[in-house]
């Protein structure tokens, strides 16, 4: 396939248009968690302690809405589920400068509720707007994007915030996610095929534009058929998703307490460069590919390669051993991605990939504090292994469950 197949894919107008949206929409979000923590600790004079709890509020918001975003999605068409959020981001994100402690954590939670659902949409716009042999290439690129854009996101929002104080940057970063959304309102990129087949209708006949209908409705199903979508396997790409998370949000402390404790923190852009540089890298390879690989096998590598940079004794050590073990992570992330997509039916992917943005948050939230422990009870090596390993575990099982389900159900899938 090559590179040729990158330049197919943006060749794709709506592809192209999709990709660049969320790549502004990812970029002050992926500020926002950092510039929070800053806000409650300089300014409002908080604890980290107390910054945690704000954080996990956001977190459970975000776990929460996700799959309820994401049936919304399905159910009601983009439009109808997005504009919420447009409102939300633009009230609440400068809110979130102002008020008091107390109201800062019930706010932030309802902000997690209603956030921009932008994986969700771009995932499963993505499912149905590229052929069945570019969608490695335009997941593979959205994982590129989301890669770059956090080498410089998170820096430059801190960067921004110690310069002219948190408030302002939050109530930014709220205007320019609120903009992000209205981009997608106006672009409303298909997330169905239904749209797709209808928008190309009415371009052949010259037929005027109009509002498309929202995809059939799901609603009718009963509250027992709602998970039907989720089999055993589907369940182990949703595991694979938080294993993923937890072995890199592990690295990601792993990193900075390696560097802390040998008086280095000043070299931790170039180690972050290199890791994200090593996704790059891995991304591009992979969304090039002719075949799919097994996402559990894509988490295995990233969880084995990771264990290594418990070993670096130097900065330069580290860094090359960083770009090393970030050479999965892109992979891993297209192929959960591509995976779910594959197994999910269309009226139910949204719901599905809403869940997979939960997994990611709950392995962030799984991974830090049990990472914090480690780091503070033993030393900053074995936070490399502890992640790593736990990632690889995860893929074990993983891998066991999906032969467990051939042997057992050769012709067919399980039902959970």
């Not at 969700?120 to 716009?125: A, D, E, I, M, P």
């Not at 209908?213 to 609603?219: E, I, T, Y």
């Not at 089999?231 to 993923?244: D, F, I, R, W």
């Not at 192929?335 to 039916?345: D, F, G, K, L, S």
């Amino acid at each position: 396939m090559g590179l040729g197949a990158y330049r197919e894919v943006l060749r794709e107008p709506q592809l192209r248009r999709l990709i660049a949206v969320a790549m502004v929409a990812r970029i002050p979000n992926s500020a926002a968690a950092l510039v929070l923590t800053l806000h409650v600790v300089q300014t409002l004079h908080r604890s980290y302690v107390e910054a945690g709890i704000v954080a996990t509020a956001a977190t459970v918001g975000m776990a929460l809405g996700a799959p309820w975003r994401g049936r919304l999605v399905d159910r009601v068409g983009l439009r109808r589920a997005v504009w919420p959020s447009v409102v939300a981001e633009l009230v609440i994100w400068p809110l979130a400068g102002v008020v008091p402690y107390a109201a800062l954590i019930p706010l932030v939670l309802v902000g997690g509720l209603l956030a921009l659902p932008i994986f969700t949409v771009v995932r499963k716009s993505i499912s149905v707007l590229a052929e069945p042999g570019q969608q490695r290439s335009a997941y593979a690129l959205d994982s590129i994007a989301t890669e770059l854009v956090f080498m410089v996101g998170p820096a430059v929002g801190v960067a921004v915030a110690t310069q002219v104080g948190t408030a302002p940057v939050l109530a930014a970063i709220g205007v320019a996610v609120s903009g992000a959304g209205v981009l997608l309102l106006v672009f409303d990129p298909p997330t169905s095929a239904d749209q797709v087949t209808r928008r190309a209708s009415r371009t052949a006949y010259a037929v005027p534009p109009s509002a498309d209908a929202p995809p059939p409705s799901a609603g009718g199903a009963s509250p027992s058929r709602r998970l039907s979508w989720l089999t055993p396997t589907v369940a182990a790409v949703l595991a694979a998703s938080s294993g993923a998370t937890i072995v890199l949000v592990g690295t990601d402390l792993a990193i900075l307490a390696h560097l802390r404790a040998q008086d280095q923190v000043g070299s931790l852009g170039i180690v972050y460069f290199a890791w994200c540089l090593g996704s790059v890298v891995g991304g591009l390879a992979y969304g090039a590919r002719h075949r799919p690989t097994s996402s559990m096998l894509l988490l295995l590598a990233l969880g084995v390669l990771t264990v290594p940079m418990g070993l670096a004794h130097s900065v330069v050590g580290l860094t090359l051993l960083a770009f090393v073990a970030g050479l999965p992570c892109a992979p891993v992330m297209t192929a959960t991605a591509e995976e779910v997509a594959r197994m999910v039916p269309e009226e139910r992917r949204g719901e599905a990939m809403g869940w997979q943005g939960t997994a990611f948050t709950v392995g962030s939230a799984v991974g830090s504090p049990v990472l914090g422990l480690v780091i503070d009870a033993g030393a900053p090596w074995l936070a490399f292994v502890v992640a790593g390993g736990a990632g690889a575990l995860i893929a074990v099982a993983g891998l066991a469950v999906r032969r467990a389900r051939r042997d057992a159900d050769p012709q067919g899938e399980l039902r959970l």
